[in-house]
């Protein structure tokens, strides 16, 4: 499958590392806002292609499917438009900030018959499915804690006075939308949807959240989550049974998975992960592509759509509003 990237950030240069370790992916193309940053980007990976225009890039007959790492306001309007070209996706996560642009853009994927995935590596990840296999073993559940707090690089220069994008509400960031989102999307693809939720945070003078946290209800069943661009967290998460409990060791990117009886036996249920994370998903996508599916198996478009509404509904009780909230209104 041949691959052309929309963005020229770290995750960017991730998922071109770990595409080394998918057989039948190749990175064709890129496209950047800038030729002369594009083609700096296409010379350190030795991309044949560089396009300013997404248009022009996904008509040139060079790539099969894009990767979307652009800004998260964005990634609507880039998808639908890959995907009316015939060009299949990746979107990095989160899919959007609304759920009605998220409609939007499953509505393209179905009425042009062309994949859309949404680029979560956890739920893809070997030790993910190690965890849905172990649920059982748990007995009923009744607990669900996760979190995610990694400083920010830009959080410093954001104190000193200097406002970078990832602290900018024109751009749908913050910290519910770069970090909540993996500690959202594997509980949703486990529980499904909550019943209540309850959402505090501390927010930033931009309008944007640097950290916060979720309480939410699922009947017989609670769940926490905790995230943070503004401190660091090293605490595991942990999916807690009458019988016994799982502690996961990175909700973003799961590595080993350990669990604990109630009578204090542990033992270490990981399996083998050879590959980078990011190679997990590229697999995922490539797979769905070559057997003519418009939606992954497990990132489902049903999954995303749930995870762009929930989040909508935190923001809310957050009190934080995008530009692109107004636009719908």
């Known amino acids: ?24 992916v190749s990175i064709e193309a890129v496209c950047s806002r800038s030729q002369k940053k594009g083609q700096a980007f296409a010379n350190k990976y030795g991309i044949a292609n560089v396009y300013t225009s997404v248009k022009e890039m996904c008509t040139s007959g060079k790539i099969d499917g894009v990767y979307i790492a652009s800004p998260n306001a ?23 900030a609304t759920y009605t642009m998220a409609e939007k853009m499953v509505q393209a994927s179905r009425q042009n018959g062309v994949l859309l995935m949404e680029a979560m590596k956890s739920t893809v990840m070997p030790n993910f499915k190690r965890t849905q296999e172990l649920l059982p073993s748990l007995g009923t559940v009744r607990q669900y804690s996760a979190h995610y707090g990694q400083y920010s690089s830009r959080y410093d220069k954001f104190k000193e006075g200097i406002i970078e994008n990832a602290f900018k509400p024109e751009y749908a960031n913050g910290s519910l939308m770069d970090l909540g989102v993996y500690t959202l999307y594997p509980l949703v693809a486990l529980f499904g949807m909550p ?14 959240d640097g950290q916060g946290m979720v309480l939410l209800s699922y009947g017989e069943m609670d769940a926490v989550i905790t995230f943070s661009k503004i401190t660091n967290s090293y605490l595991p998460s942990e999916i807690s049974g009458e019988k016994a409990a799982l502690h996961i060791s990175r909700i973003s990117s799961p590595d080993s998975v350990m669990r604990i009886t109630k009578e204090g036996g542990q033992e270490d249920l990981s399996v083998t992960q050879s590959k980078a994370p990011m190679a997990y998903e590229l697999e995922e996508f490539a797979r769905a592509y070559e057997n003519g599916q418009i939606e992954s198996a497990i990132n489902t478009h049903e999954l995303s759509l749930n995870v762009v509404a929930l989040m909508q509904t935190i923001r809310q009780q957050l009190g934080i509003v995008y530009p692109m909230d107004q636009k719908e209104s």
């Open 74 to 96: 964005v990634h609507h309007e880039q998808t639908i438009q890959c995907l009316e070209a015939g060009i299949a996706v990746l979107c990095e996560k989160p899919l959007t």
């Open 195 to 208: 019943e209540e939720v309850k959402a505090i945070s501390t927010n930033l003078h931009t309008g944007v």
């Open 1 to 24: 499958m041949k691959i052309g990237v929309i963005g020229t950030n770290w995750i960017t240069d991730s998922l071109i590392e770990a595409s080394n370790d998918v057989d039948n």
